[in-house]
């Protein structure tokens, strides 16, 4: 058996900072360190957290008085911001900036009176936050679709002034459909000038396309809860390759293994790289004799800290 490594895969800027938001505020304020929602969502990373003293809180009245809170890479509601200033917490925003941006462009289309329609998954907490920057005091609403059949049943009450936004970690295929059925049947919406699906869901998905090519098993490393691990084990299988989701090796049933010749591995973008080598050894453990890493599309983005975490 062969393991080809999908590239790019694992970590992307967005998740490296909000880690390390949360790993240099334990250092400076300490434990207990409060977080809002999961931080990034890989189990391995929340656990780890966990031990080091973090406390994770799905809301702020959970938080005590005083304490410092972090804003998950997800984002939160405004709502959510403005109680956090009328209580005097202090907050560090680990909100990804690729989120950040479709936030801004929800709240001009709100200035601007708008229909807006987000293209996302209910009740994932990005989607929560998304849906928390529209302020209807001008005169729009906003709207989920979560396929083309939902568009299909929009009521919408300005056709001329729609506009739309959408999650950062979907399917860029489902996505591109969707956004097809929009502009199919309202021609005249407006929509950003890039994609809103941010960079490293691209750069995975792309490389997961080419890989299953040449892979009879997909085996990508991210946690259930993890909407673009889901999204590149949903293109394994569509590609007619049998594709799992699995945290670690520890999941993996060896029977998935027999007959096969050739290995797919990737891992979401919230899934740290030990996760891969800890499968690749047990791979190997399995008969694995060969691991190739595919070659992949370079990342070089990188995202600052907040000020008040900067090292000297």
Known sequence: MEVHLANPRGFCAGVERAIDIVERALEIHG?????RHEVVHNRHVVDRLRDAGVVFVEE???VPDGQVVIFSAHGVPKRVQEEARQRGLTVFDATCPLVTKVHVEVTRYAKE???VVLIGHAGHPEVEGTLGQFDAQYGGRMLLVESPADVAGLEIEHPERLAYVSQTTLSMDDTAEIIDALRERFPAIEGPRKMDIC??????????KALVQQCDLLLVVGSSNSSNSNRLREI???????????????????RWLVGR???????GASAPEVLVEELIDFLRGQGVDQVSEVVGREETVVFSLPQALRRA
């Open 31 to 35: 434990a207990p360190l409060y977080v």
């Open 60 to 62: 702020l009245h959970e």
């Open 113 to 115: 009176g708008r229909e």
């Open 199 to 208: 960079y490293a869901t691209q750069n995975r998905q792309d490389a997961v």
């Open 236 to 254: 394994g299988a569509r590609a007619g390759v049998e594709s799992y989701l699995v945290d670690g090796p520890a999941d993996v049933d060896p």
């Open 261 to 267: 010749r050739h290995i797919g591995v990737t891992a």
